[in-house]
């Protein structure tokens, strides 16, 4: 008995969050079909212009604008930031640097410099155990 192999696809909001555009700056064709894995790796490996144009001018998905700002998403909400946000956006709260943000950064900060003291920590214990 041959078994077929069946290909893999997924919804254009998994492949959007993939490749890290916003869904509903997409093309109408791309927000309507579904998209295969060997789609995706080609869209990865050498986008269309339209999908470098999101990625350089957006609008950005939460994910991305936490991450160009040095927040966490929960740091975007609580900064009142809902809405996707494009790259001169984010260009122009990191000039105006609002209480929120310079809050929400040292928070983050605090948040990597206790993450890796406990890796830290954790790494001298299995030592230890060794």
């Given at each position: 008995?041959?078994?077929?192999?069946?290909?893999?696809?997924?919804?254009?909001?998994?492949?959007?969050?993939?490749?890290?555009?916003?869904?509903d700056?997409?093309?109408?064709?791309?927000?309507?079909?579904?998209?295969?894995?060997?789609?995706?790796?080609?869209?990865?490996?050498?986008?269309?212009?339209?999908?470098?144009?999101?990625?350089?001018?957006?609008?950005?998905?939460?994910?991305?604008?936490?991450?160009?700002?040095?927040?966490?998403?929960?740091?975007?909400?609580?900064?009142?930031?809902?809405?996707?946000?494009?790259?001169?956006?984010?260009?122009?709260?990191?000039?105006?640097?609002?209480?929120?943000?310079?809050?929400?950064?040292?928070?983050?900060?605090?948040?990597?410099?206790?993450?890796?003291?406990?890796?830290?920590?954790?790494?001298?214990?299995?030592?230890?155990e060794?």
């Amino acid at each position: 008995m041959t078994q077929h192999q069946s290909t893999q696809t997924m919804k254009p909001a998994t492949a959007a969050k993939k490749l890290g555009v916003y869904l509903d700056a997409t093309p109408a064709d791309f927000r309507e079909g579904v998209v295969s894995r060997a789609e995706l790796n080609s869209l990865q490996s050498d986008p269309p212009q339209w999908l470098r144009d999101l990625r350089r001018d957006g609008p950005h998905p939460r994910p991305v604008v936490a991450a160009k700002l040095g927040v966490s998403i929960a740091g975007l909400a609580r900064g009142g930031v809902t809405e996707a946000l494009t790259t001169e956006q984010i260009e122009a709260l990191k000039e105006q640097r609002p209480e929120w943000l310079e809050r929400e950064r040292a928070t983050q900060a605090e948040v990597r410099k206790e993450t890796a003291r406990l890796k830290k920590r954790d790494a001298e214990r299995a030592a230890q155990e060794d």
